[in-house]
């Protein structure tokens, strides 16, 4: 199975910035897209960003563009999403989830693969 394992969450000021990182299993994941998604105490899971891993073609929620930044490194099969300019409201549970296909989706059940989230606080 895919073993997704997400890091480098924390405690930030607004204004700052974090990068999290999705360490991925496998040989290869030239025929996956992944995604970035978050979860805050009440609300559902939202999209947040999303990669075709073969191609690097990128797509993101319209609160996160122009601010976060996904993108992947081939050798050592991880996932990144810059988050610069953060918000209270980026305070979420970040997940990096994987599917199987050369689609971005931007719903929870169309990924098969999940990490087990990283916790990112932005404080006023």
């Known amino acids: 199975q895919v073993q997704l394992a997400e890091s480098g969450g924390g405690l930030v000021q607004a204004g700052g910035s974090l990068r999290l990182s999705c360490a991925a299993s496998g040989r290869t994941f030239s025929n996956y897209v992944m995604g970035w998604f978050r979860q805050a105490p009440g609300k559902e899971r939202e999209f947040v960003a999303g990669?075709?891993?073969?191609?690097?073609?990128?797509s993101y929620a319209d609160s996160v563009k122009g601010r976060f930044t996904i993108s992947r490194d081939n050798g050592l099969n991880t996932v990144y999403l810059q988050m610069n300019n953060l918000k209270p409201e980026d305070t979420a549970v970040y997940s990096c989830a994987a599917r199987l296909g050369i689609l971005i989706k931007n719903k929870p059940p169309d990924y098969g693969y999940w990490g087990q989230g990283t916790q990112v606080t932005v404080s006023s």
């Open positions: 990669i075709i891993w073969s191609s690097g073609t990128t």
